[in-house]
């Protein structure tokens, strides 16, 4: 089964500066690599995703990238915003045969303005 | 579009008694629904996939007896915890699929308490 390693576990970032979190996966047949945001006390939201037939996917202040050949993708937030504070996790497919996610552990972003 | 709401949002019950747990596709149908439980400052756990009209399908570990998983429609699953336990006690998240994609949508998740 997949396995999916995320780092780093805190970031701590000015106001207006890039923050960029990395996961790794095990599996490369893994085909698909959400992003979500989780605020304190809610249930994660879908930020960004990508498939495994593109290399990198922008979404205004927020892009991933990918690199099938060594196995990771990672999160760019730019010009960040003390709203972007949240614990952010990525995600891979748990297994072939379906669509389960399995998650990284998580990283507590925190932007100081 | 893609709302999944859970109902409730927080319950507090004693040892022993049962909890039941919603959640709802409220603009899509969602044939596969999971439930995740997270623990503070964890990540997300998978504990069952939940197929309309089939029974569910549980992680290792996970007690399908204890777990009670109900997919009755295909805007509808509920989590039904049995003989709750302090042990038990964590946020429980729901989410479900979208058409035949792979994004999953959450839900804003249960916070249970037992006592």
């Known amino acids: 089964g997949e396995n999916v390693e995320q780092h780093p576990s805190t970031l701590s970032v000015q106001e207006g500066d890039s923050a960029v979190i990395k996961c790794t996966y095990s599996?490369?047949?893994?085909?698909?690599f959400p992003w979500y945001k989780q605020e304190l006390g809610k249930g994660p939201q879908l930020i960004i995703d990508i498939r495994s037939n593109v290399g990198e996917k922008k979404d205004q202040r927020i892009a991933v990238t990918l690199n099938k050949t060594a196995k990771h993708f990672s999160l760019h937030i730019t010009e960040t915003q003390p709203e972007d504070s949240a614990v952010y996790f990525c995600a891979s497919p748990l297994n072939q045969a379906g669509t389960a996610l399995i998650f990284g552990k998580g990283t507590t972003l925190s932007v100081s303005s | 579009g893609a709302v999944v709401s859970q109902h409730p949002s927080r319950v507090i019950c004693k040892s022993g008694t049962s909890v039941k747990i919603e959640c709802r596709s409220l603009?899509?149908?969602?044939?596969?629904m999971f439930w995740y439980r997270q623990f503070p400052k964890q990540s997300l756990m998978l504990m069952a996939t939940s197929n309309e009209g089939s029974k569910a399908t549980y992680e290792q570990g996970v007690e399908k007896d204890k777990f009670l998983i109900n997919h009755a429609s295909l805007t509808l699953s509920t989590l039904t915890v049995t003989s709750a336990h302090p042990e038990d006690s964590s946020f429980y998240i729901c989410?479900?699929?979208?058409?035949?994609?792979?994004?999953?949508?959450f839900g804003p998740g249960t916070r249970l308490t037992v006592l």
């Open positions: 603009d899509f149908q969602a044939t596969t």
């Open positions: 599996d490369s047949a893994s085909n698909y």
């Open positions: 989410s479900a699929i979208r058409g035949w994609s792979n994004e999953q949508f």
